[in-house]
C-alpha cells in the first residue's frame, strides 16, 4: 500500500524557516498534482500549497510569499520550504495528491513555531 512519508519537521522560533520533504513510492507521482497540507489541533486538515505535474503552483493565501513547494519526479519526492514562520502555522504537515487524495494519509511532520 502506498503511503507518503514525511519528514524535516520540528521546533522553531517565529520568523525562523524550516523544510519538509516528502517521499512517496507511486509509479504515478510524475503525473499526479501533489500537495502540502496542515491540520492544527481542533482544525480540520487544510491545503497549504500544490504543485501540478508540470510544476506550476498555488498557495493558500495565509502563506503565500512565506512558503515555496517543489518537487524532484525522478526522486519521487515534494518538499515544502517555510521562511518567515509564524505560531499559526504550528500543525502537523502531510503530503498527498490534489485535489483529490490517492493515498492513505502518512504520519505526517510536526511543525511548532513558538513566539
Known amino acids: 500500500q502506498v503511503q507518503p512519508v514525511e519528514s524535516g519537521g520540528g521546533l522553531v522560533q517565529a520568523g525562523g524557516s524550516l523544510r519538509l520533504s516528502c517521499v512517496i513510492s507511486s509509479r504515478q507521482f510524475s503525473i499526479i498534482s501533489m500537495a502540502w497540507y496542515r491540520q492544527a489541533p481542533g482544525n480540520q486538515r487544510e491545503l497549504v500549497a500544490r504543485?501540478?505535474?508540470?510544476?506550476?503552483?498555488n498557495y493558500a493565501s495565509s502563506v503565500k510569499g512565506r512558503f515555496i513547494i517543489s518537487r524532484n519526479n525522478a526522486e519521487k519526492m515534494v518538499y515544502l520550504q517555510m521562511h518567515n514562520l509564524k505560531p499559526e502555522d504550528t500543525a502537523v504537515y502531510y503530503c498527498n495528491s490534489a485535489p483529490n487524495t490517492a493515498w492513505t494519509w502518512g504520519q505526517g511532520a510536526q511543525v511548532t513555531v513558538s513566539s
Open positions: 504543485i501540478g505535474a508540470g510544476g506550476s503552483t
